[in-house]
């Protein structure tokens, strides 16, 4: 009875929402030039393989992340209509979980996502994403934390996306 009621509750708020048209169809193509098979390089050592897909008509983004020392990840980014922007989330095989939302769209055609990471006793990391498609068809990735509100920033992770010589279109 539970599930009948929560069913009924979902049909009763999509039939109060105007009809949306597929993402695909949009203009929101910003993250386009990070689908495909990629060799991930980080201090100039293969660091792991990522596959970043288009699912769902276009209205997500699944990244399949493996690294070198055997450990998964993956992301969801989806574009939320009514922010009119994209978010992600990002789940490892440990147990870690961030999300971000685009805070912004590079004038040399990168994009940025930032949020918090809460830690114990209250306090909170902003750690932001920056992908950047370079003129040689490589994306470099830069991932930074601030402790201080965004005062300063620390990179946590350098690297450049290199595309797998087995797969070289995009999906």
Not at 108 to 116: A, M, N, Y
Request: aromatic letters at 10%; hydrophobic letters at 40%.
């Amino acid at each position: 009875m539970a599930g009948s009621r929560c069913a009924l509750i979902a049909l009763a708020m999509a039939a109060s929402l105007p009809a949306a048209a597929p993402v695909a169809t949009g203009t929101h193509h910003e993250l386009d030039f990070w689908l495909g098979d990629w060799e991930v390089f980080a201090d100039g050592r293969l660091d792991g393989t990522d596959r970043v897909e288009r699912v769902l008509a276009g209205a997500a983004i699944v990244e399949n992340w493996h690294d070198s020392d055997g450990h998964e990840g993956k992301s969801w980014f989806y574009f939320y209509v009514p922010e009119n922007r994209w978010k992600q989330v990002w789940v490892t095989d440990g147990g870690f979980v961030k999300e971000k939302t685009l805070v912004g769209i590079l004038p040399e055609g990168g994009i940025r996502f930032r949020g918090e990471i809460p830690l114990r006793g209250g306090r909170k990391i902003i750690d932001q994403t920056t992908l950047t498609p370079l003129a040689d068809g490589t994306v470099h990735q830069v991932i930074e934390q601030s402790e201080d509100g965004g005062k300063t920033w620390k990179v946590g992770y350098d690297a450049i996306y290199r595309r797998n010589s087995s797969h070289t279109k995009p999906p």
